[in-house]
C-alpha cells in the first residue's frame, strides 16, 4: 500500500506540472510531434520502396533458350539441374507452340503478320524464377555461366546491366537506411532533451525548495520523467494521426495520377506491430531526453 501511495504522489505531481506548465508542455510536445512526422516520413519511404524493390525482387527472371533436337532425356535432366541450383526458386517449360502461342498474343492485331510462317522459329525454354538468395548480379553472372556450358542450351537471356542497378539500388537502401535511421534519432533525441531541459529551466527555483526541504533527486526526477513519458506518448499519437493523414492523401494521389505504374508499387502504412512500435518510440524519446537532461541536472 505504501507502495501504491507513492505511485499516486508521484502521478498527481507530474499532473500538477503538466497543468501549471502548460505552455512548455505544448512547445515539447510540438517539438516531439515534428521530429517524429520527420522520422516516421523516411520510415514509411523506406518502408514502401522496400516493399516495392521485394516485389520487383520476386518478378527476377533468367530464360534458358533450348537446341531445337534437345532430346526428352536431356530436357529432363536440364530441368532436374536447374532446380538444384543456388538461387532458383522455380522452372517453368515452355514449348515451342506456347512460345509462338505468347508472341502471337504480344503481337495483339498484328498477329496476322505471322500468318505466312512455315515453320516455328521460336526455340523452347527453361523459364527461372529466382529467389533473393541472389544477392548480387555477380550471382546472375556465375549462374547464368554454369547453365550456358550445359549441353542442350542455346542462349542465356537475363538484364545484366538492369540488375547491377537493381542490386546497387538494394545495397544503398540496405546501408543508407540503417545510416539515416540512427542519424534521426540522434537529432530527434537531441531536440528533445533540448526541449525538457527547457523546462527544469523554467522549475529550477521549484527544483530547489524541494532539495531544501530534504527531497531526494530521485523523487524529485520521477515526475519529469513520467512528464516525458507523457510528452513523448502524446507526440507520437499525434504524429501517427498526420502521417496516416499524409500518407492517405499521397496514396490517392499516385493513384489518380499515375495509375499506369499501379503494378510497380506496394504502398502500406504502419502494420499494428509497427504502430506499437512507434507509441514506444516517442515514449522511448521523452525517457532518452530526460535522461540526458538529469545527468545535466545533477552535475548543476
Given amino acids: ?30 517539438t516531439i510531434t515534428f521530429s517524429l512526422v520527420l522520422f516516421g516520413l ?9 516493399q516495392s524493390v521485394s516485389l520487383w525482387q520476386a518478378d527476377l527472371e533468367m530464360v534458358v ?13 536440364l530441368k532436374t539441374f536447374c532446380r538444384e541450383q543456388h538461387g532458383v526458386a522455380a522452372v517453368h517449360y515452355t ?5 509462338l502461342k505468347r508472341f502471337r498474343r504480344t503481337l495483339g492485331a498484328e498477329a496476322r503478320l505471322l500468318e505466312g510462317l512455315t515453320e516455328n522459329p521460336l526455340p523452347a ?11 548480387d548480379a555477380a550471382s546472375m553472372d556465375d549462374l547464368a555461366v554454369i547453365l550456358g556450358i550445359r549441353d542442350g542450351v542455346a542462349e542465356i537471356r537475363y538484364s545484366r546491366q538492369w540488375l547491377a542497378h537493381f542490386f546497387s539500388l538494394l ?7 540503417m545510416a539515416v535511421t540512427g542519424f534521426l534519432f540522434m537529432v530527434t533525441v537531441i531536440i528533445v532533451s533540448n526541449t525538457i531541459k527547457l523546462s527544469f529551466y523554467a522549475r529550477l527555483d521549484a527544483i530547489g525548495i524541494m532539495e531544501l526541504v530534504g527531497a531526494t533527486k530521485f ?16 507526440a507520437a499519437v499525434l504524429a501517427l ?17 499515375l495509375a499506369f505504374l499501379a503494378g510497380t508499387w506496394a504502398l502500406r502504412f504502419f502494420s499494428p506491430l509497427q504502430t506499437a512500435g512507434f507509441l514506444a518510440l516517442g515514449i522511448m524519446l521523452g525517457v532518452a531526453g530526460f535522461l540526458i537532461t538529469f545527468r545535466w541536472l545533477k552535475s548543476a
Avoid at 21 to 27: E, P
Avoid at 42 to 50: E, S
Avoid at 65 to 74: N, T
Avoid at 171 to 177: A, E, K, N, T
Fill in 95 to 99: 514449348d515451342k507452340e506456347e512460345a
Fill in 241 to 257: 494521426a498526420a502521417l496516416y493523414g499524409l500518407f492517405r492523401y499521397l496514396a490517392g494521389w499516385l493513384h489518380e495520377n
Fill in 42 to 50: 523516411y520510415g514509411l519511404a523506406t518502408g514502401n520502396v522496400m
Fill in 171 to 177: 545495397r544503398f537502401l540496405r546501408l543508407g537506411g
Fill in 65 to 77: 533458350y533450348l537446341d531445337d533436337d534437345v532430346s526428352g532425356a536431356r530436357l529432363e535432366e
Fill in 125 to 135: 525454354s527453361l523459364e527461372l524464377k529466382l529467389s533473393d538468395a541472389l544477392i
Fill in 219 to 234: 523523487y524529485i526526477a520521477v515526475p519529469y520523467l513520467l512528464e516525458g513519458m507523457f510528452q513523448g506518448a502524446v
Fill in 1 to 30: 500500500m505504501k507502495f501504491l501511495r507513492h505511485v499516486s504522489c508521484q502521478v498527481r505531481s507530474t499532473w500538477r506540472n503538466i497543468h501549471r506548465h502548460l505552455a512548455i508542455n505544448a512547445v515539447s510536445i510540438v
